[in-house]
T-cell receptor, first 112, second 112 residues
């Protein structure tokens, strides 16, 4: 089992460029999440999904879009990147109830 | 909105016990968690406690929950250099689709 994988691991964008971060999990989890981690801010939830074909906004959704077309994949899109989106992005998956979330290794994104 | 607070830093001598404290605001919390993040990695669940329990022990880890004061603590006995990491307190509630709210993390530094 690979667990939760994220691609790419690192990326540098220019302001205004777009990109998609891919998260994949092989544990058949219903729930998937995208977080960003910034110094002194902890983890903040961007968007989440409680099942294939569903998405919902988290705490900081502006500037991001997501899609969950397949149960095992959760995509995070930045349509027009801004320097404020420089961060480390973590994907996680889990089950309902005792919500143990399994985290990917992170994507470090820099927007110049 | 709901919040989880914890101190940002803790220094402990190797072999001593570490105690990391956390407070939260949501009285409807169902589960409370401690996650560990090592450098360059995602978060990993260390332990969790159901809200109707007041203590849980797992090898070197002891979790204490004071539901009345909304206070959670994590005690690590015989702290080792491998325990050096960031520890996140977190809580979830069925009232919020089981979404987890994380604290900002406590960086544990081990002194030789």
């Amino acid at each position: 089992n690979a667990g939760v994988t994220q691609t790419p691991k690192f990326r540098v964008l220019k302001t205004g460029q777009s990109m998609t971060l891919l998260c994949a999990q092989d544990m058949n989890h219903e729930y998937m999440y995208w977080y960003r981690q910034d110094p002194g801010m902890g983890l903040r939830l961007i968007h989440y999904s409680v099942g294939e074909g569903t998405t919902a906004k988290g705490e900081v959704p502006d500037g991001y879009n997501v899609s969950r077309l397949k149960k095992q994949n959760f995509l995070l899109g930045l349509e027009s990147a801004a320097p404020s989106q420089t961060s480390v992005y973590f994907c996680a998956s889990g089950l309902a109830g005792v919500n143990e979330q399994f985290f990917g290794p992170g994507t470090r994104l820099t927007v110049l | 909105g709901e919040d989880v607070e914890q101190s940002l830093f803790l220094s402990v001598r190797e072999g001593d016990s570490s105690v990391i404290n956390c407070t939260y605001t949501d009285s409807s919390s169902t589960y409370l968690y401690w996650y560990k993040q090592e450098p360059g990695a995602g978060l990993q669940l260390l332990t969790y406690i159901f809200s109707n329990m007041d203590m849980k022990q797992d090898q070197r880890l002891t979790v204490l929950l004071n539901k009345k004061d909304k206070h959670l603590s994590l005690r690590i006995a015989d702290t080792q250099t491998g325990d050096s990491a960031i520890y996140f307190c977190a809580e979830s509630s069925m009232n919020r689709d089981d979404k987890i709210i994380f604290g900002k993390g406590t960086r544990l530094h081990i002194l030789p």
